[in-house]
């Protein structure tokens, strides 16, 4: 039972991966998201936490087949298995998570304290997880961008705290840049790229990046 469960889960994934090798016309899969940057005593700057959400239909059809002792809900025990596959499907593509730190380019780690929540009331995923950096830096600067460069999953901020502090000096201030709107003219651009183009040699949606700066004194 163990097995078939995770080849399920297997496959749910397989398909979410598919934003991670393909380009569409317009996106298939909606994210909403919440992001926590972390800092230590210190000062310095140590990674960045995410809360993701996925849109009803994404989370419904990720969710199909999973045993539940309880129809219609789900445990963190119980999503484990799926946010396990989540993880390891998604490393390779950086968890569409870009850093930089003083102007230079910020390396994470292999994300830890990951799990899912399902929402009973909408139906939703949320996938929690924390993304710490390789080596801890005391920046005046510490950016970072969230999107998919294949546009296969939109990106957005929540439209409540989407973004927060956490730990960081009390002169700290943070800025949030929301993307652009999709243009009819970006929108043929985006048609015309081809099905079998993939990363790096498609960045499109870079174009859509959600983009939260810290500056401390």
Not at 2 to 21: F, P, Y
């Amino acid at each position: 039972m163990i097995e078939s469960n995770i080849r399920i889960v297997t496959a749910t994934l397989a398909a979410l991966c598919l934003m991670c090798v393909q380009a569409v016309a317009h996106p298939h899969v909606w994210v909403v998201m919440k992001s926590e940057l972390v800092f230590a005593p210190d000062g310095s700057a140590t990674g960045v936490h995410h809360a993701w959400t996925f849109d009803d239909m994404f989370s419904t059809f990720a969710t199909q087949g999973l045993e539940t002792k309880e129809k219609g809900k789900f445990t963190r025990e119980e999503l484990q298995p799926l946010a396990e596959v989540n993880v390891s499907s998604l490393k390779e593509f950086d968890f569409f998570t870009y850093g930089n730190a003083n102007g230079q380019k910020a390396e994470f780690a292999d994300p830890k304290d990951y799990w899912l929540e399902f929402n009973d009331g909408d139906k939703t995923l949320t996938l929690h997880f924390t993304m710490p950096l390789k080596t801890p830096v005391k920046a005046k600067t510490f950016d970072v961008e969230v999107y998919d460069p294949t546009y296969y999953v939109d990106f957005a901020l929540a439209d409540k705290d989407p973004v927060a502090l956490a730990g960081a000096p009390a002169a700290c201030k943070f800025t949030i840049g929301k993307p652009q709107e999709m243009t009819k003219e970006m929108a043929d651009k985006l048609a015309q790229i081809g099905p079998n183009q993939q990363i790096p040699a498609n960045s499109y949606g870079a174009q859509f990046a959600n983009k939260i700066s810290v500056k401390c004194p």
